[in-house]
């Protein structure tokens, strides 16, 4: 289902006016401790930091819904090869099956 790109801008203006406010309200530093690695060299803003977490989580979880995606496409891939083949063995017996009724008729 396509959604009609004057739609798209009545959801995305919003959404993008409401994640700049967030990003403006949000300048205070913030130490990141990453847990192997040690705190980070640099204190970026609070609004970055959620940012790119948020970020990060919505890729993760795209490339799931592909992984997932994928399997669904291969098994209706299979599905329609499936389909194919019968619908040749259909033809192939109803078309042998006319053949043979008709050597099997009697003749006048």
């Known amino acids: ?32 401790d990453l847990f192997p690695f040690g705190e980070l060299p640099f204190q970026p803003p609070l609004s970055l930091a959620l940012l790119t977490a948020l970020g990060i989580g919505f890729l993760m979880g795209g490339i799931r819904v592909r992984i997932a995606e994928y399997r669904h496409r291969r098994a209706a891939r299979q599905a329609v090869e499936s389909v194919r083949l019968l619908e040749a063995k259909h033809r192939e017996t109803q078309h042998g099956g006319a053949r043979a009724g008709q050597a099997l008729a009697p003749r006048p």
């Open 1 to 32: 289902m396509k959604i009609h790109p004057v739609l798209r801008w009545i959801a995305g203006i919003p959404l993008l006016l409401l994640l700049v406010l967030f990003a403006l309200s949000n300048m205070d530093p913030v130490t990141i």
